[in-house]
């Protein structure tokens, strides 16, 4: 009987060990307050860059090639700039033309796959050199959703299981995605 006492009591100091443990790691991350991951401007150009170059027919009459993009951060707006060059040839008569599309696009993460994506991608900006006005606004209209579409969610970063885990268990989760002047800060907050 008084072995059966004993392993109670040692089940019931274990049980009360783990839930102080987890009690404390949750209020130290309380207490340590918001922490950051920082994701560099570099790093979102090389995923962005595996998308391009990409080409697209519009209109049976001209091949579009989209290059990689440029990218400018704008803290202030919290919003990411590209600016993307163009190519057009036109098929009947084999002329070229150069242009670009400047977009801007916001980021949002992603649980399912742990990642950072595009959203909401606005075209600022269609500039097509020496076009013909003919084909002017249809490259204008359709190189635009081209290079929209061709961004609309896609991934800028992709975390590892391991390093998300890592917060989950000091108590933390992914919160606000800010813009900063060298690239992104993912704000990872306490759980509530």
């Not at 009459?61 to 990218?71: I, N, Q, R, W």
């Not at 742990?114 to 959203?119: H, V």
């Not at 992709?158 to 268990?169: G, V, W």
Request: with cysteine.
């Amino acid at each position: 009987m008084m072995a059966a006492i004993m392993l109670k009591r040692r089940q019931w100091l274990g049980l009360s060990a783990c839930l102080t443990t987890s009690i404390l790691l949750v209020s130290c991350a309380s207490l340590l307050g918001p922490r950051t991951i920082n994701i560099s401007r570099e790093e979102m150009l090389s995923k962005l860059g595996q998308k391009f170059p990409a080409t697209k027919r519009v209109l049976g009459l001209l091949d579009v090639e989209a290059a990689a993009p440029e990218l400018t951060l704008l803290p202030e707006r919290n919003r990411v700039v590209a600016k993307v060059t163009m190519t057009a040839r036109e098929l009947m008569f084999n002329e070229g033309y150069k242009g670009h599309v400047t977009l801007s696009f916001g980021l949002r993460y992603e649980p399912k796959d742990l990642s950072i994506r595009l959203k909401d991608p606005k075209v600022e900006q269609v500039v097509v050199d020496g076009l013909p006005a003919i084909y002017q606004r249809a490259l204008s209209n359709m190189g635009a959703r081209f290079v929209e579409d061709s961004l609309q969610d896609l991934t800028v970063h992709q975390f590892k299981p391991e390093d998300l885990r890592n917060a989950d268990r000091m108590g933390y989760q992914v919160g606000e995605i800010t813009v900063s002047a060298t690239g992104l800060a993912v704000h990872l907050t306490p759980k509530p």
